[in-house]
């Protein structure tokens, strides 16, 4: 069975320069990964947690099309782009394409 599917990889460092507290920088991290997550990406954390104005995000698209994913990487840069902080490194990478599976059984789990 042939199956298409890509997955669109994001990997971003910010600064935050006004952030003075762990806090200020977990709240501006956390909206950031909501207003991912809310456009359907998976979305972690990454990299030294206790740097008081720099955050590593590392953010996950699936998609059965190419188009899906160059739409939905498209979209997350323009929120990666914003005020309250500084995008220091942005990468962005599309994965996989015409992967074949063994045939998978009727019915089966």
């Known amino acids: 069975m042939k199956i298409d599917y890509y997955l669109g990889i994001i990997r ?12 200020d920088r977990r709240g501006h ?3 950031l990964k909501d207003r991912l997550s809310n456009m359907g990406f998976s979305v972690a954390q990454i ?10 995000l590392m953010a996950v698209f699936i998609s059965g099309t190419e188009a899906g994913i160059r ?21 962005m990478d599309i994965l996989g394409d015409n992967e074949v599976l063994p045939d998978w059984e009727e019915g089966g789990v």
């Open 47 to 56: 990299g030294p947690s206790n740097l008081i104005q720099r955050g590593w």
């Open 71 to 91: 739409r939905s990487l498209d979209k997350a840069e323009k929120l990666l782009y914003n005020p309250n902080w500084e995008l220091v490194a942005l990468e």
């Open 29 to 31: 991290l956390h909206s």
């Open 12 to 23: 971003v460092e910010l600064f935050f320069r006004g952030c003075r507290t762990l806090k």
